[in-house]
């Protein structure tokens, strides 16, 4: 009989903190899950060709930096708790975009670094990250160890930010992440004050902000109900807020200890990564989760 493998979380490394604070969550989120842990590192195919500037590397070099970092990485993961064993590593050729792409369909999940630092910096975030939301077959969880330097574990909170009629995976997914954690479930919907004013203008009187607000707050409620009947020992809290969508999801993503968002598929230009997603991806100050 064939065996199942255990799932594994695969890891973007590449020897700077980012990754290595990525190691750290993913070690911590194997050891919860029962999952190993798939440290790789890419070696990037055009880097080793050459360059504008007619420079050409040595690919045994970017080979042993390669496996430089995937040893530091180890000595994270099981520094962290986590046996070496569960621990697999491959050095691969290509850029790492693609190449955790194609390992992501083997994957329970993706944990990468955000590779951004402060001030205009974090304006850009790495192009790994933004690619993978576009292209990973599995949730990508970003970490910056900028913004998060401490345990991911400390306020036994999971928020999902939902929008209205939209799929229910990114809110499934959270709702098993705080099951695993024995977390709080907060479940999400901001109104744009943009969207709030139209409303506000266009509806009935009686149809004011506050009451589109409480509206919202019942589908919430009606929503996350199958939840609450499928683990009766899960505490699942609703919120409705009005705002820029920014401003309240990266305030709340400094309560919680990761934060899921949905990404939404576009036929014609396949993914878009809009103003809130990369803003949080640039500012959020927990681990951000992306769903497809």
């Known amino acids: 009989m064939n065996q199942i493998s255990p799932p594994r979380i695969l890891v973007g490394v590449d020897g700077s903190e980012d990754g290595l604070r990525a190691t750290r969550h993913a070690a911590g989120r194997a050891e919860r899950v029962g999952a190993e842990l798939w440290l ?29 970092a995937i040893d530091q990485a180890i000595e994270t993961a099981t520094a962290r708790g986590l046996p070496r064993q569960r621990i697999h590593t491959d050095v691969l050729v290509g850029h790492p975009a693609v190449v955790l792409e194609e390992l992501s369909h083997s994957a329970e999940a993706v944990v990468v670094g955000r590779r951004a630092a402060t001030g205009l910096e974090r304006m850009f975030v790495g192009s790994t990250s933004t690619s993978l939301a576009a292209t990973a077959s599995c949730p990508l969880i970003v970490i910056s160890a900028a913004s998060n330097p401490g345990p991911t574990t400390t306020h036994r909170r999971v928020a999902v930010a939902v929008g209205a009629g939209r799929s229910d995976r990114a809110l499934r997914w959270a709702c098993r992440e705080a099951v695993s954690r024995e977390a709080v479930l907060e479940v999400v919907h901001v109104i744009s004050l943009q969207s709030a004013t139209t409303v506000a203008l266009v509806s009935p009187p009686r149809e004011t902000t506050d009451a589109w607000r409480a509206r919202v707050q019942r589908d919430l409620e009606a929503r996350v109900e199958p939840l609450r009947q499928e683990h009766p020992g899960l505490e699942v809290e609703v919120s409705a807020q009005v705002g820029s969508p920014i401003d309240q999801l990266v305030a709340r993503s400094g309560q919680v200890d990761l934060l899921a968002v949905s990404v939404r598929s576009r036929p014609i230009t396949g993914i878009a990564l809009g103003g809130t997603i990369r803003g949080l991806l640039a500012h959020g100050r927990s681990p951000i989760a992306l769903l497809r």
């Not at 890419?42 to 007619?54: H, I, K, R």
């Open 40 to 68: 790789v590192h890419a070696l990037d195919d055009g880097a080793m060709v050459g360059s504008s500037w007619g420079l050409v590397y040595d690919p045994s070099l970017l080979a042993e930096a390669g496996r430089a």
